[in-house]
């Protein structure tokens, strides 16, 4: 079946630090991948996303490239912002009935 | 653009009350409708899914039931909650070329 694994956190970094998180998938034929954001309190909200190998999704400063020879959609920021604290959940889509497939979750908090 | 009103944002319930969450989408017709839950330190799982009225499949055996009484309403429900049960739970809807997946705010259930 389909799965993806998320670094663990919480990830705590500085404000204009360099942020990744790593993700990686396991899929039956060829998965989109996706980045989602959810502030505190609030609903997810797509970040990126990217559909097939090679691809780059790209938003706010932050990146993801769709790897298919590892598998892998690390999401990476340059500077993150304390507006950046949320948790972060790295997804793929299948075409079953177009079910999204979530990783655990990584939790980011910046500081000043 | 799809919209998703989702009620309530929390709630509070006693050990073998009855639960019933709705969910309703503006903007767009005959989507995929998704219950997602979030339980504490873990990330989304996927319960029920419905591709139209009155189809429902679940994703994970439950004390749980889903209901799609109309093309852009969709209601979890149970007869009797446990403890377990707590938790955030997303509504979401998905539609191809409407602009992809769109979650609801999320209601928090805490079973008390």
Same mark, same amino acid.
Request: glycine letters at 10%; one cysteine or more; aromatic letters at 12%.
């Given at each position: 079946?389909?799965?993806?694994?998320?670094?663990?956190?919480?990830?705590?970094?500085?404000?204009?630090?360099?942020?990744?998180?790593?993700?990686?998938?396991?899929?039956?034929?060829?998965?989109?991948?996706?980045?989602?954001?959810?502030?505190?309190?609030?609903?997810?909200?797509?970040?990126?996303?990217?559909? &097939?190998?090679?691809? &780059?999704?790209?938003?706010?400063?932050?990146?993801?490239?769709?790897?298919?020879?590892?598998?892998?959609?690390?999401?990476?920021?340059?500077?993150?912002?304390?507006?950046?604290?949320?948790?972060?959940?790295?997804?793929?889509?299948?075409?079953?009935?177009?079910?999204?497939?979530?990783?655990?979750?990584?939790?980011?908090?910046?500081?000043? | #653009?799809?919209?998703?009103? =989702?009620?309530?944002?929390?709630?509070? =319930?006693?050990?073998?009350?009855?639960?019933?969450? $709705?969910?309703?989408?503006?903007?767009? #017709?005959?989507?995929?409708?998704?219950?997602?839950?979030?339980?504490?330190?873990?990330?989304? =799982?996927?319960?029920?899914?419905?591709?139209?009225?009155?189809?429902?499949?679940? $994703?994970?055996?439950?004390?749980?039931?889903?209901?799609?009484?109309?093309?852009?309403?969709?209601?979890?429900?149970?007869?009797?909650?446990?403890?377990?049960? #707590?938790?955030?739970?997303?509504?979401?809807?998905?539609?191809?070329?409407?602009?992809?997946?769109?979650?609801? #705010?999320?209601?928090?259930?805490?079973?008390?």
């Amino acid at each position: 079946g389909n799965s993806v694994t998320q670094m663990e956190g919480p990830v705590t970094l500085s404000e204009e630090a360099f942020l990744t998180i790593n993700c990686t998938y396991t899929a039956t034929g060829y998965p989109s991948l996706f980045w989602y954001v959810q502030y505190p309190g609030e609903g997810l909200q797509l970040l990126l996303k990217a559909t &097939k190998a090679d691809d &780059k999704g790209s938003n706010k400063g932050f990146e993801a490239t769709y790897r298919k020879e590892t598998t892998s959609f690390h999401l990476e920021k340059g500077s993150v912002q304390v507006s950046d604290s949320a948790v972060y959940f790295c997804a793929l889509k299948t075409g079953t009935a177009s079910k999204l497939t979530f990783g655990t979750g990584t939790r980011l908090q910046v500081t000043l | #653009s799809q919209t998703i009103h =989702q009620w309530p944002a929390t709630l509070v =319930q006693p050990v073998g009350s009855p639960l019933s969450l $709705e969910c309703t989408v503006e903007g767009t #017709s005959n989507p995929n409708l998704y219950w997602y839950r979030q339980a504490a330190g873990r990330g989304l =799982q996927l319960l029920f899914y419905s591709v139209g009225i009155g189809q429902i499949s679940s $994703e994970v055996p439950q004390n749980l039931s889903a209901s799609r009484p109309q093309d852009r309403q969709f209601i979890l429900s149970s007869k009797k909650l446990l403890l377990s049960d #707590s938790g955030f739970y997303l509504c979401a809807c998905f539609r191809q070329g409407a602009g992809g997946y769109t979650f609801g #705010s999320g209601t928090r259930l805490t079973v008390v």
